[in-house]
């Protein structure tokens, strides 16, 4: 079987070929039956080429004669949950939506993330004591990391 940890080397080894780009690797897997599942992610989004230059490095490394696999390198779809940590940082500023373990759902703007915490800030126009139309309210939502159980940017067409 093939080793995911030597999958996840030579992708390292692969991305610090494209510096300007500065990938990082969100995701790396490999079945009992030899598919191997890369996911890779950048501050600047991931080029298609750039994926393509991955999987030749990944399968100019394996021998298919000594062992058949099966090989996907894409990059993390904006459609689908954070993995890692780095994935937070880089939609700092965005749009996301939390969704807790007890099932409450926050979408509100990433302002920090870090190992122990979110820190979300939402903006909601509301009924204020003592006045007559409803105000513009920010309020600072911190969920602790371990309560989390997915967050997704949130896409908008403005």
Do not use: W
């Amino acid at each position: 079987m093939i080793s995911e940890s030597y999958i996840r080397k030579l992708v390292e080894e692969e991305i610090k070929e494209i510096p300007e780009m500065d990938y990082f690797i969100v995701d790396v897997s490999v079945s009992s039956s030899n598919a191997i599942r890369v996911e890779i992610d950048g501050d600047k989004g991931v080029k298609i080429n750039d994926c393509v230059q991955i999987s030749r490095r990944i399968e100019g490394s394996l021998d298919r004669e000594e062992e058949d696999f099966e090989l996907t390198v894409s990059s993390a779809g904006m459609d689908q949950p954070f993995k890692i940590l780095r994935q937070y940082q880089r939609y700092l500023g965005r749009e996301v939506q939390v969704v807790t373990k007890e099932g409450d759902k926050h979408k509100a703007r990433l302002m920090a993330a870090d190992e122990s915490k979110v820190v979300l800030e939402k903006v909601s126009r509301e009924k204020v004591e003592g006045k007559k139309k409803k105000q513009i309210v920010t309020r600072e939502i911190i969920v602790p990391m371990e309560q989390v159980k997915e967050t997704k940017v949130v896409i908008s067409f403005k």
